[in-house]
Nanobody
Framework: QVQLMESGGGLVQAGGSLRLSCAAS????????MAWFRQAPGKQRELVAQ???????RYTDSVKGRFTISRDNGKNTGYLQMNSLKPEDTGVYYC??????????????WGQGTQVTVSS
């Protein structure tokens, strides 16, 4: 089983920056793909960014050029660097990972979410 600890959210003014972290721990062999989702008030959860085990990244159009997803495989930790933040980036951000256990079973896990609030 995998536990995901998210951190780095907070309140920031428009144009500011935040870095979110997602540290994986527990009983597993490896973390495969990692992703960040967000859910704004009154809206559905949406995919923000994802990164494969090989470091290939994808971003939703609204954050391209501003957000950077990365990972440290040795630390089993993923990051989302958010620059030039806008009020519309406000929401709860969730880390999501695909893992392979020692039993070879593949499972998907969610972090608890961290609040990001961008004021204008």
């Amino acid at each position: 089983q995998v536990q995901l600890m998210e951190s780095g959210g907070g309140l920031v003014q428009a144009g500011g920056s935040l870095r979110l972290s997602c540290a994986a721990s527990g009983n597993f062999w490896r973390i495969n793909a990692m992703a960040w989702f967000r859910q704004a008030p009154g809206k559905q959860r949406e995919l923000v960014a994802q990164i494969t085990s090989g470091g290939i990244t994808r971003y939703t159009d609204s954050v391209k050029g501003r957000f950077t997803i990365s990972r440290d495989n040795g630390k089993n930790t993923g990051y989302l660097q958010m620059n030039s933040l806008k009020p519309e980036d406000t929401g709860v951000y969730y880390c999501n990972v695909d893992s392979t256990g020692f039993d070879t079973i593949k499972l998907n896990y969610w972090g608890q979410g961290t609040q990001v609030t961008v004021s204008s």
